[in-house]
């Protein structure tokens, strides 16, 4: 593959990064770009050397799928290029248009000048993978925008457009397109007026309180990024420029390679590819036909429905509400405005934005007016009689080729696209509440959904800013499949003594926002009552019981009745522990028999944690997620999984499978019905006995 374009025009040497999508810096393009730098040093015509990439990407940074193998450190290193650009005996410019991120920019700051299109992004988004700049950005940055807005931009990860960097030395000119000419113009300048060679490295840092800069930052960061250590120790390689440069280079390596050995890295690289990874479904390529959504309707102006709406609004495709009644309607659009206005008085929407997401809003009362939508969202009450009601009228007036989507989240998809003579156009789109904030969305790909409408979906995912998962069709699909084992869990930990404020602080101490019994106040514990009840007179012949059902027979649902797991004073959301609740725990103990015992916080994270991961490794073996990476994507989009851990499925890997297996062994020698429960998915055990890792 041929990395680099290289042609000189005129005394001036063109280098053009060709290692598509984004020119990432993996060791073909770095030999590349070193042979091409050597080429032009060595050629007597060559005055000047211009290097530049797509307009799509100068460079997305090194090769991130290098990391943690040996290619990583193959030389020419990213680290021996830029060296070679610091010891340059010609001006190089580098031209930008596109991203130029990471080790990209960090190669265009070790070159004399740059040029950039306005909309050029320039960032050291490194600390968004647990990492630092580890090419020298630390120490040239800082020198090319100042100490502040280097360190900034560093421990942010921030991408600036060039057109807000213009009159710093990182971009010396704001240039049109066709960016290649203008560069060479520019180089051809720098040639005429005898340009030195202004090597960053010799650019002194200005700051006069440049230690005082660095003890605010120290102070800011530290308080800002609990779970995670990148942050601050880019403050410490950053604090490197006030040594000599070559120190501080040293100074910025030894950091780096603490990051890239951190757990918490491995966790972020991990989950970017995992985000990534998702898209792709077998079945699904470039070629397959994506179908237009320009026109929306949403079935159920509620929570859900007002909220799917607000995610099509914002992307500019109009949507047309339906409800059975006005009020029920204006009620809807009411939430919606709402909303808005409230998100504008934060500052992030103007009036004029809202009138124009408010303005793409239609509503009506008859299914007709939906004849002309390309795909429809139902988000109506869960039970299967509505449901069927809303797609057998779907199914009448909706034209040919119109995606028929539910947003059930616990009933059988195969059996709503049963209602239908079109069952290859009806999917599940799960989205999760608040609807127009949470980020997940499943789609759920029932047995007879088309390739077609997969790829539509997936593609309108990201049109609308959702992360979307492909699931199979079961009860719970991934999430909620996988919530049943970690209540479980949690369940069998209250059973045999712990309370739930012994439950929720381990497990927002390992991370979680919200342990499940503080999540659960805050949700409403009726809720669940409801679908156990639903569940219970569905299958008499199983036990759906809960302790939870003894904490709503006694009406405490949570924060909306004052009490639920714990008790709340008026007007106060904080948590209180409840003698009631220990009472009714003792009480249903003593009735089951159970001996109450300790359990350690690292015993507690075990038990729900493994919970999650075996329901994954079962949900994996049936084939509903297409991989392990998805259910992480899942479980940190949708439920609140801890970043810094990567996911409940690289978690345990990262634990080591032989001992998650070993630890639910020792769980059900220690349990009584739930034995089974503890039964390690069979996945689990080859993986565990193979040492080979989840796919
Ligand atoms: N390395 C390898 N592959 C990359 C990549 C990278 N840096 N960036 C993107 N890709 C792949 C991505 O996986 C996907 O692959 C395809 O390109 C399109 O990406 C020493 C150590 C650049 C803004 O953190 O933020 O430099 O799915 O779907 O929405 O100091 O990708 O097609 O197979 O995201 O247009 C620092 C990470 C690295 C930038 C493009 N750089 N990338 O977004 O497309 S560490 C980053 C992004 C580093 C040095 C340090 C985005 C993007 P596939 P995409 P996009």
Same mark, same amino acid.
């Given at each position: 593959m041929n990395y680099v374009n290289y042609a000189v025009v005129d005394g001036v040497a063109c280098i053009v990064f060709q /290692?598509?999508?984004? /020119?990432?810096?993996?060791h073909g393009l770095r030999v590349a770009i070193l042979q091409a730098l050597d080429q032009a040093e060595a050629a007597p015509e060559v005055q000047v050397v211009v290097m530049t990439g797509s307009d799509r990407a100068f460079s997305g940074g090194a090769d991130i799928t290098e990391f943690g193998t040996p290619k990583a450190a193959w030389h020419p290193t990213l680290r021996d290029v830029i060296t070679a650009l610091d010891e340059y005996t010609k001006p190089v410019i580098a031209a930008i248009d596109g991203v130029c991120l990471g080790g990209g920019l960090e190669l265009a700051m070790a070159a004399h000048y740059r040029v950039a299109t306005e909309r050029a992004m320039l960032g050291l988004p490194e600390v968004k993978l647990g990492l630092l700049p580890g090419g020298g950005g630390t120490q040239r940055l800082p020198r090319l925008v100042g100490l502040e807005r280097g360190l900034d931009m560093i421990v942010n990860g921030l991408k600036v457009e060039a057109g807000k960097l213009?009159?710093?030395?990182?971009? *010396?000119r704001v240039v049109d397109t066709p960016l290649q000419e203008a560069a060479i113009a520019y180089a051809r300048e720098c040639v005429s007026a005898g340009s030195v060679l202004r090597r960053t490295r010799d650019i002194k840092i200005a700051e006069p309180d440049a230690q005082a800069l660095l003890q605010v930052a120290r102070r800011n960061v530290a308080a800002a990024s609990k779970h995670f250590p990148a942050p601050s120790l880019c403050v410490e390689a950053v604090a490197g420029c006030l040594l000599p440069f070559d120190e501080g280079l040293k100074q910025e390596r030894v950091l780096f390679m603490q990051l890239m050995n951190s757990p918490e890295s491995a966790a972020l690289r991990h989950v970017f590819a995992a985000e990534r990874a998702a898209l792709k479904v077998p079945g699904i390529t470039s070629a397959t036909v994506k179908r237009d959504i320009r026109r929306v309707g949403v079935i159920g102006a509620g929570t859900m429905g007002g909220g799917i709406s607000m995610n099509f609004l914002n992307a500019g495709i109009p949507v047309t509400l339906l409800e059975a009644e006005q009020v029920a309607l204006e009620r809807g659009v009411g939430i919606i405005r709402r909303n808005y206005e409230n998100t504008m008085k934060k500052g992030r929407l103007t009036q004029a934005q809202v009138d124009d997401r408010m303005s793409l809003l239609s509503t009506t009362l008859k299914y007709d007016d939906l004849s002309s939508a390309d795909l429809v969202i139902e988000a109506v009450f869960e039970d299967m009689g509505v449901k069927e009601n809303v797609f057998r009228t779907l199914d009448a007036v909706l034209k040919p080729g119109a995606i028929l989507a539910t947003n059930t989240s616990t009933l059988d998809v195969n059996t709503i696209a049963?209602?239908? /003579?079109?069952?290859? *156009?009806v999917v599940g789109l799960h989205f999760f509440s608040p609807a127009n904030v949470m980020k997940l969305l499943e789609i759920v790909r029932a047995d007879q959904t088309s390739p077609e409408v997969l790829a539509t979906s997936l593609a309108l995912a990201k049109t609308i800013g959702k992360q979307p998962v492909v699931s199979g069709v079961c009860d719970g699909f991934i999430g909620n499949r996988m919530l049943n084992g970690y209540r479980a869990a949690g369940e069998e930990l209250l059973l045999h003594g712990a309370s739930p404020a012994q439950i929720d602080h381990a497990l927002e101490d390992f991370g979680f926002a919200m342990g499940p019994y503080r999540m659960g106040d805050l949700a409403g514990l009726d809720i669940g009552w409801a679908v156990r009840k639903r569940r219970q007179a569905e299958n008499p012949h199983l036990d759906f019981s809960s302790v939870a059902d003894r904490i709503c027979e006694a009406g405490r649902y949570g924060q909306k009745t004052g009490a639920g797991w714990y008790r709340y004073e008026t007007g106060n959301r904080q948590a209180l522990e409840d003698p009631v609740v220990t009472q009714i725990l003792a009480d249903y103990r003593k009735e089951k028999g159970i001996e109450p015992r300790q359990f350690s916080p690292k015993e507690i994270v075990e038990r729900c944690v493994f919970g999650l991961v075996n329901e994954g490794a079962h949900i994996l073996e049936e084939g509903i997620a297409l991989r392990a990476s998805d259910i992480d994507v899942v479980y940190l989009n949708g439920y609140g999984f801890p970043l810094h851990r990567g996911g409940p499925m690289h978690y345990a890997q990262q634990l080591g499978l032989y001992n998650v297996v070993r630890a639910m062994r020792r769980f059900a020698r220690q349990s009584d019905k739930a034995a089974e429960f503890w039964q390690p998915a069979d996945l689990l055990v080859q993986c565990a006995e193979s040492g080979e890792a989840l796919k």
């Open positions: /290692n598509p999508p984004v /020119n990432s810096l993996g213009a009159g710093t030395l990182l971009v *010396d049963g209602f239908v /003579n079109r069952p290859q *156009d």
